[in-house]
T-cell receptor, first 115, second 113 residues
C-alpha cells in the first residue's frame, strides 16, 4: 500500500520565481492538506482540498494557491517567492468524515530553499 | 488566537525509563488530539490520536486527555534510544466544521543509552 508521495524532494529557487509542488495521497484517501514547516517550528496549515475544491484556508497570502485533480492528487503553487518561504512543505492525506477530520498522514515533504 | 503549547525541551531520559511529554491547548472547542513523532530531517509520523477524556494505550505509548484542564500528554514506557526525536502535539476542531490541525512547536526528546 503506497503511502503519501511528494515531489520533488528538494528545490532551490530564486526570490521572485514561482514554484509548483506535487502530492499523491495515500490509497483510499480523498483529502489533501498542505502545511509549511519552518526550522524549529511546528507545521502551519496552508489549506485543504476536498472534492477538487479548497475547503479551508489558513493564514497564508494569495501567493499560495493549490489544485486538486480528479484522482485526488494535488499541487501547491507559490508565486513571487520570498526568502521567508524557505521551509519544508508537507502534504498530508486523510479520508474525509462527516463534518470532521480523519487522521492525517504526512508525505516525506519538499525542502524549498529560496535564495 | 488558537494555540497549542509544548515545552521545547530538550527532555532527557535514561534508556528504559518513562518519558512524559505534555501539551496544553487554548481552544475549549478542540475535539481531537494527535501526537506525531518527527526525526531530524524527516516528516511527522502519526503515533496516536485521542478524542475522549481518559487514557488510550497503544503498545509502549499512552495518550492522556483532560478536557477540563485543556491538557494532553504522551507517556512512552521503556524508552529506547530510537525514541529520540521531536514530538509534536496537534489539535483539531473536528466536528465543528474545521479541518485543520494546529500544531505546537514540539518537544525534543533524547533517550540516553
Amino acid at each position: 500500500d503506497a503511502g503519501v508521495t511528494q515531489s520533488p524532494t528538494h528545490l532551490i529557487k530564486t526570490r521572485g520565481q514561482q514554484v509548483t509542488l506535487r502530492c499523491s495521497p495515500k490509497s483510499g484517501h480523498d483529502t489533501v492538506s498542505w502545511y509549511q514547516q519552518a526550522l524549529g517550528q511546528g507545521p502551519q496549515f496552508i489549506f485543504q482540498y476536498y472534492e477538487e475544491e479548497e475547503r479551508q484556508r489558513g493564514n497564508f497570502p494569495d501567493r499560495f494557491s493549490g489544485h486538486q485533480f480528479p484522482n485526488y492528487s494535488s499541487e501547491l503553487n507559490v508565486n513571487a517567492l520570498l526568502l521567508g518561504d524557505s521551509a519544508l512543505y508537507l502534504c498530508a492525506s486523510s479520508f474525509s468524515i462527516a463534518g470532521g477530520l480523519g487522521e492525517q498522514y504526512f508525505g516525506p515533504g519538499t525542502r524549498l530553499t529560496v535564495t | 488566537q488558537k494555540e497549542v503549547e509544548q515545552n521545547s525541551g530538550p527532555l532527557s531520559v535514561p534508556e528504559g525509563a518513562i518519558a512524559s511529554l505534555n501539551c496544553t491547548y487554548s481552544d475549549r472547542g478542540s475535539q481531537s488530539f494527535f501526537w506525531y513523532r518527527q526525526y531530524s530531517g524527516k516528516s511527522p509520523e502519526l503515533i496516536m490520536f485521542i478524542y475522549s477524556n481518559g487514557d488510550k494505550e497503544d503498545g509502549r505509548f499512552t495518550a492522556q486527555l483532560n478536557k477540563a484542564s485543556q491538557y494532553v500528554s504522551l507517556l512512552i514506557r521503556d524508552s529506547q534510544p530510537s525514541d529520540s526525536a521531536t514530538y509534536l502535539c496537534a489539535d483539531s476542531l473536528s466536528g465543528a466544521g474545521s479541518y485543520q490541525l494546529t500544531f505546537g512547536k514540539g518537544t525534543k526528546l533524547s533517550v540516553i543509552p
